[in-house]
């Protein structure tokens, strides 16, 4: 059996709270491979180079995780990528709709594909890129949310931006 699992992602910037299911994740799976969406949809911050740079170093810590990146559906890097399983973050009531809607599709996409839920840690639970990013360009302390080279990052496209700085 393969023991290995996808956690696909816009991952704009990677939070502590992404981190914390991809450590779940490791612990329940041989491999797992960060994805790396180049189109989500979203208008994103960082580039797909540059959330790929912050996530290889934020998740260095994890040996048997690696940081890839994709286009397309993540479907279709599952199985590109020999995965069975793909992981997703379950924060709240708030992302179960969202959620529950995806992984139906993908469900009706690729049957083959099982969907696994994983809940962060109770201190990560309110987390996300979006809140960070508008904290970011305000000002806010963000020190008990990324990862220091994302601290550093938003830093610095905030500063290059001419908006106001993240807080260290």
């Known amino acids: 059996m393969n023991h290995k699992a996808i956690y696909p992602g816009t991952f704009d910037p990677i939070t502590l709270g992404h981190i914390n299911i991809a450590e779940k994740a490791a612990a329940l799976f041989d491999e797992v491979v960060i994805g790396i ?4 949809g979203k208008n994103t911050l960082f580039t797909i180079n540059e959330r790929t740079k912050l996530c290889t170093e934020a998740l260095a810590h994890l040996p048997n995780v690696k940081v890839m990146q994709f ?3 993540s479907v279709d890097f ?3 990528e020999n995965c069975r399983v793909m992981i997703r973050g379950m924060r709240a009531v708030s992302d179960f ?3 529950l809607s995806l ?3 993908n469900k009706k996409i690729a049957p083959d594909i099982e969907t696994l839920f ?5 201190r990560y639970m309110y987390l996300s890129s979006t ?3 508008q904290l970011a360009e305000l000002g806010g302390d963000l020190t008990d949310f990324v990862p220091p080279c994302v601290l550093a990052a938003l830093k610095h496209k905030y500063n290059n931006q001419g908006g106001t700085n ?3």
């Open 103 to 105: 992984a139906l599709t």
């Open 131 to 133: 809140t960070i990013k």
């Open 97 to 99: 709709e969202y959620e």
């Open 78 to 80: 599952a199985r590109q």
């Open 37 to 40: 969406a180049d189109y989500t």
């Open 118 to 122: 994983l809940v962060p840690s109770l």
């Open 71 to 73: 286009s397309g559906l």
């Open 166 to 168: 993240a807080q260290t």
